[in-house]
């Protein structure tokens, strides 16, 4: 049974990459989101139910269930995926990404979800070299490591595919969040910045309320934990697993 790791935007699976060194176990999948660094199937538009779908296509080719983890973006296709496919996750650990029916998107995504508003901000920041790029993403709050990762992925086709994706989620609080607190209980972690930027950790323990989760909010953290606190979050990980 593996580890499958789902990464948000605007990452790749290399997000992982420091904390999967922290790891014990070495039966662990990273996947990378269609359009995010690779190409995207035929007919795929991107929207959040076709990213929910590819990923349970993913998941039902491992033919077992498995200990599903996602940040960001990530944190909320794993959690659709593990209430209306239930019988593909085992455990569950997600965080950064509220299901939330109160959460209002931050300013970056509300401008994005905008017609011809995000298409300008990404042409602008296609327009400058990487170097600057990362500048702006460290100022967002990744590491130095991530935010040359996130510059040198970060394309037309990405950019394309963020705007689809925000656009497809206005209301995917009010849309979602009653079918992760319907679904089965299972082993669940909720992990959280204490100074994420995007989303507020009250986040965080509203939805660990409401998947039975333990809650683990890292101090002095922004938003990416997942390379910030890579070997924080490998131990609650791994506690997680040998609680099954």
Same mark, same amino acid.
């Given at each position: 049974?593996?580890?499958?790791?789902?990464?948000?935007?605007?990452?790749?699976?290399?997000?992982?990459?420091?904390?999967?060194?922290?790891?014990?176990?070495?039966?662990?999948?990273?996947?990378?989101?269609?359009?995010?660094?690779? =190409?995207?199937? @035929? &007919?795929?538009?991107? /929207?959040?139910?076709?990213?929910?779908?590819? $990923?349970?296509? *993913?998941? #039902?080719?491992?033919?077992?269930?498995?200990?599903?983890?996602?940040?960001?973006?990530?944190?909320?296709?794993?959690?659709?995926?593990? =209430?209306?496919? @239930? &019988?593909?996750?085992? /455990?569950?650990?997600?965080?950064?990404?509220? $299901?939330?029916? *109160?959460? #209002?998107?931050?300013?970056?995504?509300?401008?994005?979800?905008?017609?011809?508003?995000?298409?300008?901000?990404?042409?602008?920041?296609? =327009?400058?070299?990487?170097?600057?790029?990362?500048?702006?993403?460290?100022?967002?709050?990744?590491?130095?490591?991530?935010?040359?990762?996130?510059?040198?992925?970060?394309?037309?086709?990405?950019?394309?595919?963020?705007?689809?994706?925000?656009?497809?989620?206005?209301?995917?609080?009010?849309?979602?969040?009653?079918?992760?607190?319907?679904?089965?209980?299972?082993?669940?972690?909720?992990?959280?910045?204490?100074?994420?930027?995007?989303?507020?950790?009250?986040?965080?323990?509203?939805?660990?309320?409401?998947?039975?989760?333990?809650?683990?909010?890292?101090?002095?953290?922004?938003?990416?934990?997942?390379?910030?606190?890579?070997?924080?979050?490998?131990?609650?990980?791994?506690?997680?697993?040998?609680?099954?």
């Amino acid at each position: 049974m593996p580890a499958v790791f789902v990464h948000g935007v605007p990452d790749t699976a290399g997000l992982w990459g420091p904390l999967l060194g922290h790891l014990s176990r070495d039966d662990v999948v990273a996947v990378t989101l269609p359009g995010f660094g690779c =190409a995207t199937p @035929t &007919d795929f538009n991107a /929207t959040k139910e076709d990213y929910v779908d590819w $990923l349970i296509v *993913e998941l #039902e080719k491992i033919g077992e269930p498995v200990d599903l983890v996602g940040h960001d973006w990530g944190a909320i296709l794993v959690q659709r995926v593990a =209430a209306v496919r @239930t &019988d593909l996750v085992k /455990t569950l650990a997600s965080g950064s990404g509220p $299901l939330d029916e *109160e959460y #209002e998107w931050h300013a970056m995504a509300q401008a994005w979800q905008q017609q011809e508003v995000g298409e300008q901000i990404f042409s602008a920041l296609l =327009a400058q070299p990487s170097e600057a790029r990362a500048e702006m993403f460290v100022a967002g709050g990744a590491t130095s490591d991530l935010a040359a990762s996130q510059a040198e992925h970060l394309d037309e086709r990405m950019g394309r595919c963020i705007l689809s994706l925000y656009r497809s989620a206005v209301t995917v609080g009010a849309e979602w969040q009653a079918s992760v607190e319907a679904m089965d209980q299972r082993p669940t972690l909720v992990m959280w910045g204490a100074d994420d930027p995007y989303c507020p950790p009250r986040f965080a323990e509203r939805q660990a309320e409401r998947t039975s989760a333990r809650l683990v909010v890292f101090d002095e953290c922004s938003h990416w934990w997942p390379s910030e606190r890579a070997q924080e979050t490998a131990l609650a990980l791994e506690q997680l697993w040998t609680t099954v």
